[in-house]
């Protein structure tokens, strides 16, 4: 008989619990375990409609009605964790911020003999952190409030759990986990428990739902075939931001990560308002690679003007840097930094978009196929078609897909 276990998350918001959850949850299922998520939060929205739960104020430590209701949530949800593995269930996930012992030791006296295993997510990376917060900002929670003051009622909410705060010191079986970077930091476990190697394998190991790598319409400089710069799209690149824009109609995409250029910025912006709502994300880890003096020139130019960089670049063009630029090898980490912030920034079962450059989407797709180094700058990467990959415990899909082509089988969108 499998033993069954309980996954306790810990952590203030918006630190990537829930998003850690999901990816257990759904890992687990797949192997074939009976698991369910319990969150807290949506069952506070569920039972409250008035949205008078979202104010900051509810969260006060100092509010007796505020922290009898989040008690009660709390309950409610542990009894029905406890009728679930009564009923045949392996593993509950408790979805909640959990950040005082008192709360943790609660749930631990309501589930007596059964394996505990508590997870605590961090994230010290304050750029990822302050997108994730604005992001945070904008849930239906706060569609009553200004962008700004939802911002900072949510800044005021995580101030109130910080000064009641207690970090995992004392309980068995915990583990201390870099959210930002899929990483652990810290584990100290007491006993053998179900499932622990493959949750240490789901923590560390990217998982990707739906992941669209789309290329800019075409620009000016493309036609011209002129390199770097912030050119604009082209009537037929607008045309194309159009076609991928009508293709993606039915298929949700909650947020569109881009470049700070404008050709990605355009392309992005029609598939956002088929969207509801969508949000345009614009990351300097996406910018194309920097040509330097060579900016804005033509191949042809860079030839007969530069024969000693075109003569250069030939031979190994990964690890070629452009004078007073950037090479393929050079901004390796941080369009590596940026994937990592696509990731902390986007629910685990949500679809993600990223509308791109040639070399940067090289450099991303490169990361998931394992291409060598001299491959990578001569990955295809058209305008009218673009990569769709699928990545988790059991399988891999990756595939170009034409703008208008019928969505493939199989459930994927």
Same mark, same amino acid.
């Given at each position: #008989? ?6 306790? #998350? ?9 998003? #850690? ?9 797949? &192997? ?106 904008? !849930? =239906? ?7 700004? =003051?939802? !911002? ?25 986990? &870099? ?5 652990? !930091? ?6 053998? !428990? ?81 969207? &509801? ?28 003007? #530069?024969?000693?960089?075109? =003569? ?28 990592? =912030? ?41 305008? &009218? ?29």
């Amino acid at each position: #008989m499998k033993r069954k276990l309980v996954i306790v #998350m810990v952590g203030l918001p918006a630190r990537g619990k829930s998003t #850690m959850a999901r990816k257990l949850g759904r890992t687990l299922e797949l &192997d074939g375990v009976k698991v369910r998520i319990f969150n807290n939060g949506e069952l506070r929205r569920k039972l409250d409609t008035s949205e008078n739960t979202s104010s900051s104020e509810f969260f006060s430590p100092v509010n007796p009605t505020g922290k009898e209701l989040r008690e009660q949530i709390s309950r409610m949800n542990i009894e029905q964790a406890q009728a679930f593995l009564r009923e045949g269930g392996e593993v509950v996930i408790l979805d909640a911020s959990n950040v005082t012992r008192e709360r943790r030791q609660s749930i631990a006296a309501a589930f007596p003999g059964m394996a505990l295993c508590y997870i605590e997510c961090l994230n010290t990376d304050e750029e990822a952190l302050e997108a994730n917060l604005e992001r945070k900002a904008g !849930l =239906k929670e706060f569609r009553h409030l200004t962008p700004e =003051k939802a !911002l900072e009622s949510f800044l005021k909410r995580i101030a109130y759990y910080e000064s009641i705060y207690e970090p995992l010191d004392t309980e068995p079986n915990r583990i201390l986990v &870099d959210s930002f970077d899929s990483c652990i !930091l810290q584990e100290r476990i007491t006993e053998v !428990l179900p499932y622990y190697d493959r949750i240490r394998d789901i923590i560390t190991t990217r998982v990707v739902r739906n992941l669209f790598l789309v290329r800019h319409g075409e620009t000016h400089y493309n036609r011209e075939d002129r390199i770097g710069g912030d050119s604009d799209l082209t009537d037929k690149g607008r045309d194309q931001a159009n076609a991928l824009a009508e293709h993606f109609n039915t298929i949700r995409i909650p947020i569109i990560f881009t470049s700070n250029y404008k050709r990605t910025l355009q392309t992005a912006t029609p598939i956002a308002e088929r969207q &509801d709502p969508c949000s345009i994300i614009a990351l300097p880890e996406f910018n194309e690679i920097h040509a330097g003096i060579c900016e804005g020139m033509t191949y042809e130019e860079i030839r007969k003007k #530069m024969p000693h960089v075109a =003569k250069a670049r030939g031979p190994n063009k990964y690890r070629y840097v452009y004078p007073e630029g950037e090479g393929y090898k050079t901004m390796e980490d941080r369009v590596h930094r940026g994937l990592k =912030k696509v990731f902390f920034l986007n629910n685990y079962d949500e679809n993600i978009m990223i509308v791109g450059h040639r070399a940067v989407n090289r450099m991303i797709l490169s990361s998931f196929l394992s291409r060598q180094e001299e491959e990578i700058p001569y990955i295809y990467m058209p305008q &009218d078609r673009y990569y769709h990959i699928q990545i988790d415990p059991h399988k891999r899909i990756f595939e170009m897909v034409a703008y208008k082509s019928t969505p493939p089988a199989g459930g994927l969108w």
